[in-house]
Structure formats: structure tokens, C-alpha cells
């Protein structure tokens, strides 16, 4: 009852925190990237006429869905080296972020495909146009419209599972707060402030899709 | 691995599972308090609950256990690591299923509450009797996909100390060194758990869509 | 080299079919289609739902693949080539039901993407040949509106100019009134009007019987995959032949 806070080793500890939250923005971005290339390719691969192809994609999605982020990373940081690849804890973030990320993206763009009418790609057709152009200017733009939402949603929540690559020490910000929390022994006042800084880059990344949301996508719908 | 390390993952595992039913139980409780008060109309009220909402949307769960734990210990509550988790997955559980239930209570149609007011039914009447059944319905493929996640959130425990079936794992895989078979059964005991209700939920979703039309 | 069409009495053949199936697996949608339209004439094709109507005319901008025969637009035949089906398509314009505007461009920018992209037209131009087909679809003041933000017989109309960009030398109809309220059905069929009177080969999917009396040169009836019967408008009135025409006609002027 008588502690009394002490918010002094997180001010001392300020720059370090700071830098750290670029290190959760580059995992983020980076891991999203990632999400999105796996998703386009699962999507065509999803559609593929070779069944087990297709099988191997929703096999894919289904076991990333329900598993623990913090499993799969664990399996990822040690199955790597088995496989001759030697990486530092942050790259290895990236590659688990981006496959667990890149699951769920594959089903939200597979909806969004789904939800454009055949009338639109028809009518693209009827007017002389390739179906790589139809595609491009017909079909992309309405259907990340429609998935832009969900896409969001998973993006801030891709963003809030980098705090778990702090399990194998990657570099961000829940890392960085654990080592000054075992410095200063200060644990709720670092993890609260940290707390805020996760409240704050997350409503950053929710203004960036906004920004580029009402950008692209400010065309009426009904 | 032998007989022992897999006695001490299923026991985990009973942990794993332990907290899940406790968080997803109290959460539930608590998520229904949070989505009638997001939904009450009294403007306060509904400003701070999507306060809350939007702290626990917006955070790490692994930095809600962690402010939990050491926030407990600092108002002099004596805690050990389970009830600190218990509680951290409770409090995460009630913002994410009262946004949930907020959005299914908003959908079910503006007729409903109509028609109960013109039949003079009491607030408590028109909810328990008319919209929170019809919400829970509309809600129910939603929120067996959080549960699937609050199922997956429960690992994050072994962050924090509590030897749930991740912990559990990973001790065992500091010992043998078999870090690819631990974790791949840990997984694999972790799917079994939610596939089910993943698929479970996405049936109820198509079964719910198809009537809808 | 146009042994079959010269033989039609309308002259040159603008659109020829000839012994055209076609299969959806096993079901048969299309049954030895022979069709010849000549330039310049307008045809109504009618007839119960589920006939194949929607197939045929898909058919002969390949938006339809078929398995047998043979199509012939212009001097073009229609093999299952990408180059043909190119040349088709730049040929033929088509107006569907749900008008198929694309949501995320203007009501210009629908008319001028095709001729810019499939053309090539510089912008200069594709703008300048859009606001003409928009004035003359009578909506050019909406240039600026997105679909969404037209009625329903706006759009339809817009849909048209878009599909004259192209400087068709056909247009197809897929029953371009029915998914309008009434009030605005007279307001596409007026546009329709206007651009038969300006000597435009159409082949038009309607049940609007009062258009085909007035425009259609020829009135074709379909039944099940087959063309049961074609004659100009009075006749096909007033003396349909068949038995499936007579209950059809029966149908479909009965409700009004
Ligand atoms: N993609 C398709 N797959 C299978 N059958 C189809 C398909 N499209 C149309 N059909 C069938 O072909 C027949 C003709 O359809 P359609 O040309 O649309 O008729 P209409 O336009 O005269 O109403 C119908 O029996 C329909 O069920
Ligand atoms: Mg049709």
C-alpha cells in the first residue's frame, strides 16, 4: 500500500524505448509485406485445378489459425537452423509474423475476390479488355475495398503480436522494456508507460489505413 | 521423449485448459456488462466503456498480463501467477466479447425494441427476453472465434511464469533438446483443441448466411 | 467469299450463326442455333425464362464458350482464339441486366477506360467521344457522378454510352429493363429508340413487347435451348405459328 511509483528509470530509459518502437513498426511493416505476398500467392494457389495443391493452402491456413502465435515462432526459431538457414532473432520475427499474418490474409483476400460480381469482369470483357487488364483496373481496386476492414483489423493485431517475438529476444519494444524492467525492478511503471506507447502505435497504424483508406477507396457505394 | 515428459505436458495441457474456461466464463460475464453499458444510451457511460474497449484493442495481451500482475502486487493484493492470469485474460476477454456483442446487439433491427416498448415491456424484459437472444444468436459464429483466440492468448501465461502447456513444453524442450518434437506436439495438442470450434464456427456462419437470404 | 450470308435476302450478314450448340457439362443451353442478322436490322429475342436467350447473345461476344458451328460477325469469324475474340468484342457492344458499371470510376471515366485501354485512344480523345455519347444518351450533366450515386435508369443509360465508345457496329441487350422500377423503363427504352432509329444493328432480350412492335424488324422466340420461331413483328403477333408461342404470348401480354 505505501509503494510509491517511480516513473525515473523509464524517463532515464526514454531514448532506448523510443528506438525500440521503430524496431516494432520495422517487424510490423515488414511482417505485413510478407502476410500480403503469401496471401496473393495462397489465393492462386487456393484456386489451383490440382487438388492437392489446394489442400496443402487450406491445410496451411487451418493449422497457422490454431496454433499460438508463441508456438509457432518457437518452431520457426529452432526449425530454421535444422534447415541451413542461420538468421538473427529479428529476421526469424519477420518470417513468423509473416506466415502467421500471411494465413489469415489469405482468407481475407479470398473473400475479397469472391465479393466483386462476375458482372464486373463480364462487362470488362464485353468492352474488348484483356483479363489482366480487367483485373488491374476493374477488379483490384473494389475488392481491397471490400476486404480493406478486415485487412486493418488483422494488420493492428499483427502489429500487437510483435510483442511476442520478445520470447526470442527480437528487437522491440516489449524486449527492450523487459531488460529495463530487470535493471530497475520499476515492472508496473515500465510496462504501464509501455502500455501506452502499444495504445499509441496502434492508433497510428489504425490513422495510416484510414489515411490511405479514404485516399483510394473515397468512391459512393450504395 | 518418454512417459514422463508427456504426463508433464498433459498436465499443462489441464492448465492451458483451466485457464481458457475461467477466463472465457468470467470474461463472458464481464462482456455482457460492458456491451449493455456500450449500448445503454447514457452517453458517459458508453464514452468509458469504449474507452476500455479500445485500451484492451489496442494493447498486447502480453502487456495487459504483465500490468496486471505487477499492477496487482502494487495496490498490496499478494498474487500468484494464475490468478493474475486469470484475471488478465478475464479483463481482455469482457472488452473483445462486449465489442462483439455491442455490434450484435445494434444488429439486431430497430423494430425489435420498437415493438417491446410499444408492448410497455420493462429494459430488462426487452433485453433478456427479446434482443439478447436474438444478439447471442447473430453473435454466436464471433464469438467462438474469439474463443479460439482466447484459447491461442492463454500461451502468452507462460511469458509471465505459469506453467500452462507452452511452459510446459519449452522446460521440457531445455531438457532433451528436442525443441522441433516438443513444440510440434505442443502444437498439434493446441490444434486439437481449436479446430473444432473453428470449424464449428464457420459452420454455424454459413448455416446463419444461408438463412438470411 | 460470303456464299452463305449473300444468300440471306437482308444483304451482307452483319452476325451469322450456323449450327451452334452448346453444353453447360450435360445439359444442353444451345440446340443447332441458326441466326442470320443482316446491318442496320434489329432483332427482339423473346422467350420463357431459361431458354438460352442470355446464352445465345453471350455467345457471340464469347463471354460464352460454345462446342459446335460456327459465328460469324462482320467478316470476322468468331474462332476460340484470343485474337478473334479480341476483334469480336471491339465490334460488339453489350448492356446487361445489373448494368455492370464499375463503382470506382466516374460516369466518365466508365466510357473513356475501354477505348483508351483496348483502343488506345489518347485521353483527348476518349473524353471528347465520351461526353458526346453521354450528351447523347442525355445525362452528360452526371459526367462527374459516380454509378452509385445515378437511379437505376440513369445507369442503365450511362451503360450504353460506355458500350457505344467503343464504336460498335452491334449492340446487344440482356434484358436491359428488368431490374429497373417502372417509371424508369421508358426513359432506356427511349435511348434505345433513338440509336435503332439511327440505323444500329441490335439484338435486344426483352419482354418489353410494346419496343418490339415499334422497333424490331424480326422477332425471335426461344424455347428450350432451341429457336422455335422468327417473323416480323405483326405477324409474329398477330399469327404466331406454334403452339409454345401462342401459351408464351398468351403469358406475357395476358399480364399487363
Ligand atoms: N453457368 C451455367 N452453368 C450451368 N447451367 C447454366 C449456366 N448458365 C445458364 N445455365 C442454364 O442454361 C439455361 C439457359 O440459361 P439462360 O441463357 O440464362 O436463359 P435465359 O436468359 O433465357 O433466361 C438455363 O437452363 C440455365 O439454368
Ligand atoms: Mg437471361
Redesign the pocket.
Known sequence: MNYTLDFAPVIEGLPNLLAACLGTFTLAICGMILAVIIGIGGVVLRQSTLAPVRWLVIGFVELIRNTPFLVQIFFIYFALPLIGVRLDPTPTAIIALGINGGAYAIEIIRGGVQSISKGQMEAGLALGLHKAQVFRLIILKPALRAIFPSLTSQFVLLTLTTSIASAISAYELTSVSQRIESDSFRSFEVYFTVTVFYLVISWLMMRLFAFFSARYFAYPVK | MGRDEIIFLLIGLKWTIALSIVGFVCGCIAGLFIALARTSGVRVVEGLTAGYIAVFQGTPLLMQLFVVYYGLALIGIKVDAWLAVAVGLTLHASAYLGEIWRGAIEAVPQGQTEASKALALSYSSRMKDIILPQALRISLPATIGFLVQLIKGTSLASIVGFTELTRAGNIISNQIFQPLTVFGIVGILYFIMCCPLTIYGAHLERKFAAQAR | MNEISSSKPEGQAMISMAGVDKW??A?Q?LKDINISVGKGEKIVLC??????????I?CINHLETYQKGEIRVGDIVLGHQAKSIDAVRREVGMVFQQFNLFPHLTVLENCMLAPMRALRLSKVEAESRARQLLERVRISEQADKYPAQLSGGQQQRVAIARALCMRPQVMLF??PTSALDPEMVKEVLDTMIALAEEGMTMIC?THEMGFARQVADRVIF?AS?AVVEQAPPAEFFSDPKHERTRKFLGEILGRH
Do not use: C, I, N, Q
Open positions: 453447360y457439362g445439359f443451353a422467350g420463357p425464362s431459361g431458354s438460352g436467350k442470355s446464352t445465345l453471350r440482356d434484358e432480350v426461344m435451348g
